[in-house]
C-alpha cells in the first residue's frame, strides 16, 4: 500500500468519526432539535434575548417544506462540489500537459544535439 492509499485511508477513518461519534456520545440528546443548523440556532439566541426583534429582511423565496430546503441545498453543495472538482482538474491537466511538453522539448534538444544513446522511440 503505498503513502497516499494510507493517507486517504486515514483522512476517509476521520471524516466517518466526525460523522459517527456525535451520535454514538448522545451529544445533542437533552435538546427538541439536536443537531439544528447554526441560523435556526441564532434565531433561537436572538428571540431568547429580544421577542421584539423585527428582521431587516425576508427570505426572496421561502421553500414550502423542510424537505425541499434541504434538496436545495444538497444542489447547491454538489453544484459547488462539481464546480471545485472541474478546477482541481484543470489545473492537475494543465501541470501534467506542462511535463509532458518539458520532457518532449528536451528530447528534441538533446536529439538536436547529437547525444548519443537518445533517439525519439526512447520514451519521448
Known sequence: ???NTKINLVLLLVVAALAV???ALGLGDHKEEPFTGADAQAETAITELD?????WFTPLYEPPSAEIESALFALQAAIGAGVLAYYFGLRRGRRQGEERATARQQAA???AVGVPGKSPADGA
Open 1 to 3: 500500500m503505498n503513502r
Open 21 to 23: 461519534l456525535p451520535l
Open 51 to 55: 421577542p421584539d426583534y423585527e428582521p
Open 109 to 111: 534538444d538533446a536529439d
